[in-house]
């Protein structure tokens, strides 16, 4: 069941070829017709299964972890403030994204006229360090996906739409970009991941082991990213096509205040530095 699961995306894309090329070719309501239009249909409800198949099915109290950045950030699409802040697909009920904010910087926003797509690197949170939050091995990583314009614009944001259809027919490193999955070493089962790294800027492979703080990576703008960010989320085990997402906290600073928790949506916060 669930290899068929992951043969949704790739269901939907021939579905899709099949009814181009017949009716391209002008051969009429055939075999080849009705088997793209079954495949459109099935591919959908694969991918709508597989979310419902990866929603939590119990109350888990938020696992302690290092927040893996330092400096001021920004909260986005935040479990503070929605569950899922995501999906359940993917493991990212409890997810979080992050941007880097340094005191004096302009808030992040959207052009609206000009540029519709600028380069990465003119973010402040591009190349910042991206840090170990557990103490763990290394089970997987992927750093030679691309670091693409930025999609803040309202033309950039329909073509990141769109991409992340196409993206979701493929495997989850297309969402992902460059990544890493770091499995902790106090429960094997729990397993962190840290996504839209800088490509060639990982540090560390599969079988390494780690302490929390250690930098692995660069906050990059690879995968289905609008603008340079940290993708957080943890996961219960280490496929993240059927894991389901685990509840998390971090201990930072906000509003002059020590706190523990998550932060919410656009909510400015000071990871302390763990070292």
């Not at 793209?36 to 099935?42: Q, R, W």
């Not at 030679?144 to 950039?156: E, F, I, W």
């Amino acid at each position: 069941m669930k290899f068929l699961l992951r043969l949704s995306g790739p269901a939907i894309a021939l579905g899709a070829v099949l009814i181009i090329v017949t009716v391209s070719l002008d051969v009429g309501i055939g075999v080849l017709y009705l088997l793209g239009v079954a495949l459109l249909v099935l591919g959908p409800a694969g991918q709508f299964l597989r979310g419902r198949n990866q929603r939590p099915v119990e109350e888990r109290e938020p696992l302690l972890v290092g927040v893996p950045v330092t400096g001021r950030w920004r909260g986005l699409n935040s479990p503070a403030s929605k569950v899922p802040s995501h999906t359940h697909g993917l493991a990212q009920t409890y997810a979080i994204d992050i941007t880097h904010v340094p005191e004096g910087a302009p808030p992040r926003a959207m052009d609206w006229l000009w540029p519709q797509m600028r380069r990465p690197q003119s973010f402040p949170s591009f190349g910042r360090p991206v840090l170990a939050p557990v103490d763990g091995v290394v089970v997987e990583t992927c750093g030679a996906s691309r670091d693409h314009l930025t999609r803040l614009s309202p033309a950039g944001l329909i073509y990141l739409l769109v991409e992340g259809v196409v993206r979701s027919l493929g495997a989850p490193r297309r969402l992902l970009g460059n990544y890493v999955l770091l499995r902790a070493e106090t429960d094997g089962s729990i397993v962190a991941v840290l996504a839209h790294l800088r490509r060639g800027s990982l540090r560390v492979s599969p079988g390494d082991r780690v302490t929390a703080g250690q930098q692995l990576a660069e906050c990059g703008n690879s995968g289905n990213s609008s603008d340079p960010h940290v993708h957080f989320q943890l996961m219960e085990g280490t496929d993240i096509t059927t894991a389901r997402g685990l509840p998390f906290e971090w201990e930072y600073a906000a509003d002059g205040e020590a706190r523990r928790g998550v932060p919410a949506n656009e909510e400015l916060f000071v990871a302390a530095d763990p070292r």
